[in-house]
T-cell receptor, first 115, second 114 residues
Framework: DTGVSQNPRHKITKRGQNVTFRCDPI?????LYWYRQTLGQGPEFLTY????????KSRLLSDRFSAERPKGSFSTLEIQRTEQGDSAMYLC?????????????FGDGTRLSIL | GDSVTQMEGPVTLSEEAFLTINCTYT??????LFWYVQYPGEGLQLLLK?????DKGSNKGFEATYRKETTSFHLEKGSVQVSDSAVYFC?????????????FGKGTHLIIQP
């Protein structure tokens, strides 16, 4: 079990630029989740995938955000035309299946800073 | 919608003190409840969980009991150590249809002094 891996760890970009983050879940986990965490707050759910299908999107996920998981393994989260308010920690988690007894395992996150 | 409320921190205790971090929730149906911990410089780790009323989750000396009548899931530890210093998050996963994501509280920063 190598854990959930996220890259990059830190991303600094200018307002208006596009950014893309990658998440590699624990291998055999078919569910993958994205969250956003701002300073002093708990993580907020953005979206999740079961295999390659994106099953749910939070209302927090504006049309500037897009997530993909093309082969049901790694996932990418892209933010277009970044804004100051996008500065946050973006967390990825994975779990083996739906159901209360399967916990979500989190990566260390990608910290995005918008200049 | 679902929500989680935690006591605000920071909570500062001396080593070997008794710890309680309060957590209450609002949710329809029968959610599952979790405590996650984030140590300095590390990612979120599952500390314990409970999936139905009156269940007690426990791990590393920490305990929490799922109380449906009071919609609470308070975290307790009998004797804290300096190494327990971290941010603790209470979270729930709803039992209804819709998003499978977790709903988190704002987190409680715990500081244990030697």
């Amino acid at each position: 079990d190598t854990g959930v891996s996220q890259n990059p760890r830190h991303k600094i970009t200018k307002r208006g630029q596009n950014v893309t983050f990658r998440c590699d879940p624990i291998s055999e986990h078919n569910r993958l989740y994205w969250y956003r965490q701002t300073l002093g707050q708990g993580p907020e759910f953005l979206t999740y995938f079961q295999n390659e299908a994106q099953l749910e999107k939070s209302r927090l996920l504006s049309d500037r955000f897009s997530a993909e998981r093309p082969k049901g393994s790694f996932s990418t989260l892209e933010i277009q035309r970044t804004e100051q308010g996008d500065s946050a920690m973006y967390l990825c988690a994975s779990s083996s299946q739906s159901g209360a007894n399967q916990p979500q395992h989190f990566g260390d996150g990608t910290r995005l800073s918008i200049l | 919608g679902d929500s989680v409320t935690q006591m605000e921190g920071p909570v500062t205790l001396s080593e070997e003190a008794f710890l309680t971090i309060n957590c209450t929730y609002t949710a329809t149906g029968y959610p599952s409840l979790f405590w996650y911990v984030q140590y300095p410089g590390e990612g979120l780790q599952l500390l314990l969980k409970a999936t139905k009323a009156d269940d007690k989750g426990s791990n590393k000396g920490f305990e929490a009991t799922y109380r449906k009548e009071t919609t609470s899931f308070h975290l307790e530890k009998g004797s804290v150590q300096v190494s327990d210093s971290a941010v603790y998050f209470c979270a729930l996963k709803g039992s209804g249809g819709g998003a499978d994501g977790l709903t988190f509280g704002k987190g409680t920063h715990l500081i244990i002094q030697p």
